[in-house]
């Protein structure tokens, strides 16, 4: 069974999931293992099917666990590991030098620029680049994230004329839906309601998603089910994250679901949540997490 017969099954569950009263792992199961009417199994049907039910609870266990480790995660070596440790380094140098808002939106190329220039962060090396190429170029789909890349070249930019800074946010949004969206919720919700999270170009998600791979032994696998890999962030094109103010880092676990913010949008219907429980595109549940 490939993973992209995997993937389509796992989907059409999830669709189905909501006519039931529960979410829960046997009924999903139940779903994807009911023979058709007036049909009767063949021999290779009869063998396929405890290897999809095995490969969808393994599955559902990664997205409800993102934070545990599974025997195939994708793991760098330790050659690798040092050149991922040199470059959240430098990324990290690179963000202080320009401040959070300005690294949000800085393009590849005009990284690497500022970098070579200040002796604080230093050039990046030829193995720094090669180690940037792979894993922009690697497919998403081998650490177990299944959505559509979004910022198609390594050099994407993201022009200054389409976006906007948010007041009191330090966030950047694009002119047109996400600022119409985000200016809604805001009329509704009042103060209770921030933007935690506006833009992210290639940079700031290289760095997000690196340090996450940093922090857990250079595991890829583990990181995508947080963060989407570098090109694939749905931030690069108009998603954004939200929060109830004074939460702090609450507004990135499901205490944000406690919050008033949450149960307001939730009520009046403002919004789609791009990672909703059970997602099939191998990431966390991310209610605070909006949709274009």
């Known amino acids: 069974m490939t993973r992209r017969s995997f ?10 999931a909501p006519a039931f009263p529960l979410r829960a792992e046997e009924e999903l199961l139940s779903i994807t293992a009911q023979p058709k009417e007036n049909h009767l199994p063949d021999n290779n049907e009869q063998s396929v099917r405890p290897i999809a039910d095995d490969r969808l609870k393994d599955y559902l266990l990664k997205v409800r666990n993102p934070d545990t480790l599974h025997p195939d995660d994708i793991v760098l070596d330790n050659a690798e590991q040092q050149l991922l440790r040199a470059v959240v380094d430098k990324l990290a140098r690179l963000c202080q030098t320009v401040g ?10 005009e990284a690497l620029i500022i970098a070579g220039r200040q002796p604080s962060i230093g050039s990046f090396s030829k193995a720094e680049l090669a180690f940037f190429e792979m894993i922009y170029s690697r497919d998403a789909g081998d650490y177990g994230f299944f959505g559509t890349k979004q ?3 390594l050099l994407h930019v993201i022009a200054a004329q389409e976006i906007v800074k948010i007041p ?12 119409e969206k985000y200016t809604r919720i805001k009329n509704n919700l009042g103060d209770d309601v921030i933007l935690t999270s506006g833009i992210r170009g290639i940079v700031k998600q290289f760095h997000l998603f690196l340090s996450k791979a940093q922090r ?10 947080s963060l989407a890999p570098p090109g ?6 108009g998603d954004f994250d939200i929060g109830q103010k004074g939460l702090g880092e609450g507004n990135f676990s499901e205490l944000f679901t406690t919050t008033t913010v949450y149960k307001r949008l939730a009520q009046e219907g403002f919004v789609d949540y791009r990672y909703w429980r059970d997602n099939p595109l191998g990431v966390r ?7 274009l």
Do not use: C
């Not at 959070?100 to 190329?109: E, W």
């Not at 857990?216 to 089910?225: D, E, K, P």
């Open 232 to 237: 694939y962030s749905y931030h690069a094109t």
């Open 285 to 291: 549940y991310e209610p605070w997490h909006v949709k």
């Open 168 to 179: 009191q946010s330090g966030n950047y949004l694009f002119k047109g839906e996400s600022l």
């Open 151 to 153: 910022a198609v070249a």
């Open 216 to 225: 857990h032994a250079g595991n890829l696998s583990l990181a995508s089910r």
């Open 7 to 16: 993937i389509k099954m796992t989907a059409i569950a999830l669709l189905l």
């Open 100 to 109: 959070d808002g300005n690294f949000s939106t800085l393009g590849f190329n």
